[in-house]
Structures are given as structure tokens and as C-alpha cells.
């Protein structure tokens, strides 16, 4: 039997760290920052005795640290065994204004000294904290005191919960604003016996019962976006680019007039929800020259029917009006866990070089780019059918499941469906499609400049979407770029109007 000697303990270094600089990306003035995490690890064969481990700044720092798994500012006498590591969590509550900070992390080993710097920039913001109540009927109640607010962009904009505007309202966002939305509402306790001391989680959204206008310009767009703004090289914590860390847009039955141009709608739950149909003779949204990606489910849905009683379901389903209730031109939606369109339940859409894409970010993704429907089911029956009038001109389709378009359709009432000069991606086998399709390109790649890495949806030369869409009355002449230089022209006689491409972007050559 041998005996292993203990490895003496030693007050010489040094330790190794898994970064230099721990770095917050931009976080906001008064809201708590996401935590980063430093690895520091023993490398010797012996104990290394770490005298102190502690913030250079001390009480005064904006910095708060968890060490080892405790909670505290500083730590002495740490024993750290060879090969070993702690790990130590940092976050930061700073009232800085749009600056950065910076504070350095001191290890102390014997008379040798290590740092790692920390560093954030903290934007001063205007913070929305919307109020959510519980009544004596034990209902939710939201805030309604929103009412004709402008949102500018001389700094950010936080909301946090949901922001609801009432009906006969206006929520107006300036070109160049920049919007972002918390993950969700502190919990909100209730103590009333009814509800159990259940603790609810609001996720910040816009609930718009009146208008929108979300008023981009070419060269200045709007982003509405999460707080969290980490980026790292491993796609689980790259919070810039992750989806379902807010809710999104729902636009209500009583909502109207809405408009969205030049802005991006990244990192919720879904993009857009339009309930019904149009209100009055405009569209309830008009969107342009705009993007809805990285979302867990839906780019945009809509729909005109709805059923009552579950137990005994009705159908209810409104008039289809006299104008689409919803009218999208030259925008992209893609990178959506779901659905990148989603129009259940009937209703009235319609869309012109548009690119809907998706590039199999979502493993789990089992439903098209496009999905068209007119009725309703419930426990394994089809409750419908529900008028139902879109079409899709110079659009693209594509993505990487087997097709990308899904049309279900009852017989009965308007069942007005094209989908023409449009490059689309489908399996002919599953429905007699020929009944919706007009000069369609099927199934050849669009080759898009680079999808899969950057979401990048620019035709590549050769792309079959070039000087391959409709162009007769239509009502623009810019693609999604919307500048004097994206104008749409046959290729080879610049400058002429004529044919258009398919898809958001008309094709120019791409530097390397």
C-alpha cells in the first residue's frame, strides 16, 4: 500500500484566467446587467493560497461579484487545489450616463498581484414600467394611460411589461429610435385568496388596440429589439441574435391604420399578430422596406375567424371588407421557429416582393415558410369555411424543409389564392397546388448570398430571381433598401425601369 504526499501549499502564482477583460455589452442606466463569468484556475501541481480576491474600487464599486457560489464584494484566504478552478459571477447597476465603466477585479498572491478588467457601457435610456394589476374580480388589468406617445431618438427607449395603447390612441416611433423590451415584467405577487399568491410573469410587447406608426426612413430605421445585447461565439448565449426574449406586436380588433416602415423586428416570441379585418377603407397594417427575424414562432400571423364556447363551438367569423386587412411590400421575414406567414383562419393579406426565408436555424421546425388556411380546427374538426383573399406577387419561398407553402382550403365562400411570379419551394404530391399558382419558378435555389451564416438574402449573380417578377402596377419602384441606388431595373440597361426581380432585393453585384 503506497501513501500519495499532499502537495504543499504554496503563496506563489500565478493563476490563469479564461479572459483578460470580462465585457458587458451596452446595458442600461438604472436596469440590472446580465451576468458574465470568469474561470480562474490553479495550473501549478501545488495548493496556491490566493490572499484576497477583490473588487479595486471596494464598496464603491457599481460592480457586484458571486464568488465561489457566495454573494460578496471580496473574498480572503482561498484555497485553490492544483488544477482546480472557482468560478466567479459578475453583474452590474450603474447610473452612469452614457459611458463606459470600467473597474478592475485584483487577485492577490503572495506579494504578486493579477487583474482582469471589467468593462460595460451603460446607455442612459427612458424607461417604461407599465403597471399590471389584479381587480377584486381577480382579473388583470393593464395600464391604459399611454396614450399619443412619441417615441424619438435622442436616446433608447426600455419598456418593460406590456405596453397596451388604447383604442383612439397613438404609439409614434421616430426614424432612428431605438426600442427595447425587457424579458419580461418583474413578477407581479398577488396575495388575494382567489388567485393563490400565484406570481405572474408579463412579458413586455406592444398591445395596440388604437394606431401605430413605427415611421423609419431609408439610411435611419427603427430596431425593436431585447435588452439583452451579449454577443458570444457559442449561439446559446449570443443574446443579440436569439429569439423569444420578448413577446412581439399584437394589432386588436378595434386596432387600425397601423404602419411600419424601414424598422427590424428581431428576438421575440413572434413578430406581428393582426386580429380580423380591416376597420375602415386602409389597411389595419401596412408594412414596407422592413424585417421580422429570429422569433420562436411566427414572422406574421392574421386571421378572421374565431370560435366561442369550446365546449360547444361557434364559428365567428366577420366581413372580409373592402381592403386587405393586411399589405406588405419589399420586406424580408425570415429565421421564424414557425411559421414565417401564418394566415389561419381566413382574412385578407396581400404581399409584393416580399422574401420568406428560412435556413434551419430551428432543428425542431416543422411547418412552411408560408401557411395559408380558411377554417378552424378544434379536437379534430375543421370548423369553417372563413372567406379568405391573399396574394403573393414576386415573393420568394425557400427554406430547408421539403416545402416551404401550405394551402388548406375548404370548399365554399371567397377562396381567392395566387401566388404569382414568385419563386416557391413545395411538394406538388400533397395538393393540386396548379389551382394557385401563376408563372411560378419551383423548387430551383434562389441562391441568396449568404443565408445560413448571416441571414443575407441577396441574390448572388446568375440567381434565378433576377429580372424574373411582375412589375406592371405596382407602386414602387425602390427594393427593401428603399435608396436612390436600389432601384428596380432590367439587368444590363441601368437606370430603365422594366422588369422587376423576385423577392425584397433587386440584384446588384456584391464586393468581397
Not at 442600461?28 to 479595486?56: D, G, H, Q, R
Not at 482582469?116 to 394611460?145: E, G, H, M, P, W
Request: glycine share 8%; aromatic share 12%; net charge negative.
Amino acid at each position: 500500500m503506497s501513501c500519495i504526499k499532499s502537495p504543499f501549499t504554496s503563496e506563489k502564482g500565478p493563476l490563469r484566467f479564461s479572459s483578460d477583460t470580462l465585457k458587458f455589452d451596452s446595458i442600461f442606466t438604472t436596469l440590472p446587467s446580465p451576468t458574465e463569468w470568469l474561470v480562474v484556475t490553479n495550473p501549478t501541481i501545488n495548493n496556491l493560497k490566493v490572499a484576497k480576491i477583490s473588487l479595486e474600487s471596494g464598496a464603491a464599486s457599481e460592480f457586484e461579484l458571486i464568488i465561489d457560489g457566495l454573494k460578496v464584494q471580496e473574498m480572503e484566504e482561498v484555497i485553490l487545489p492544483p488544477r482546480d478552478s472557482i468560478h466567479i459571477f459578475a453583474k452590474m447597476k450603474s447610473q452612469a450616463r452614457d459611458k463606459f465603466v470600467e473597474e478592475y477585479l485584483v487577485f492577490k498572491v503572495g506579494t504578486e498581484t493579477q487583474k482582469v478588467l471589467l468593462r460595460a457601457y451603460v446607455l442612459d435610456a427612458y424607461f417604461y414600467d407599465t403597471k399590471v394589476t389584479v381587480n377584486d374580480d381577480n382579473q388583470i388589468q393593464i395600464d391604459r394611460s399611454y396614450c399619443n406617445l412619441v417615441l424619438g431618438n435622442d436616446k433608447p427607449h426600455v419598456i418593460s411589461g406590456p405596453m397596451y395603447i388604447p383604442d383612439g390612441c397613438n404609439l409614434t416611433i421616430q426614424p432612428g429610435a431605438q426600442v427595447y423590451f425587457t424579458p419580461y415584467k418583474a413578477g407581479f405577487y398577488d396575495r388575494s385568496s382567489g388567485l393563490g399568491g400565484k406570481i405572474y410573469d408579463f412579458m413586455s410587447m406592444l398591445y395596440i388596440a388604437g394606431t401605430l406608426k413605427i415611421q423609419g426612413q431609408a439610411g435611419n430605421p427603427i430596431v425593436l429589439q431585447s435588452t439583452r445585447l451579449q454577443t458570444q461565439p457559442s449561439p446559446l448565449y449570443n443574446f443579440v441574435e436569439n429569439p423569444g426574449q420578448w413577446r412581439g406586436i399584437v394589432l386588436t380588433s378595434s386596432s387600425s391604420d397601423n404602419v411600419i416602415e424601414y424598422a427590424t423586428i428581431k428576438n421575440g416570441q413572434f413578430g406581428i399578430y393582426v386580429d380580423s379585418s380591416a376597420v375602415n377603407n386602409n389597411p389595419k397594417l401596412t408594412m414596407r422596406y422592413s424585417r421580422i427575424r429570429n422569433v420562436d414562432s411566427y414572422g406574421l400571423q392574421m386571421g378572421l375567424g374565431y370560435l366561442v364556447d369550446e365546449k360547444n363551438p361557434q364559428l365567428v367569423a366577420g366581413n372580409i371588407g373592402n381592403v386587405p386587412a393586411m399589405l406588405v411590400e419589399n420586406s424580408i421575414i425570415g429565421d421564424c421557429g414557425q411559421y414565417g406567414m401564418n394566415m389561419s383562419r381566413g382574412g385578407w393579406a396581400e404581399f409584393y416582393n416580399c422574401t420568406f426565408y428560412n435556413n434551419g436555424r430551428f432543428s425542431s421546425r416543422n411547418s412552411q415558410c408560408v401557411s395559408v388556411s380558411n377554417f378552424i380546427t378544434l379536437e379534430y374538426r375543421n370548423y369553417g369555411p372563413i372567406d379568405i383573399r391573399t396574394y403573393f406577387v414576386n415573393c420568394v419561398m425557400w427554406g430547408n424543409a421539403k416545402s416551404e407553402i401550405g394551402v388548406s382550403l375548404l370548399d365554399g365562400g371567397i377562396k381567392d389564392v395566387v401566388f404569382q411570379n414568385s419563386l416557391v419551394k413545395l411538394d406538388k404530391t400533397e395538393l393540386n397546388y396548379d389551382l394557385y399558382y401563376n408563372n411560378v419558378i419551383e423548387n430551383i435555389d434562389p441562391l441568396f448570398y449568404s443565408p445560413s451564416e448571416r441571414g443575407d438574402v441577396r441574390p448572388k449573380e446568375g440567381s434565378p430571381l433576377i429580372d424574373a417578377g411582375k412589375s406592371d402596377n405596382l407602386p414602387y419602384t425602390t427594393d427593401v433598401r428603399g435608396r436612390f441606388d436600389s432601384i428596380r431595373y432590367t439587368l444590363g440597361v441601368p437606370g430603365a425601369l422594366g422588369k422587376y426581380d423576385i423577392g425584397a432585393y433587386e440584384y446588384y453585384p456584391i464586393e468581397k
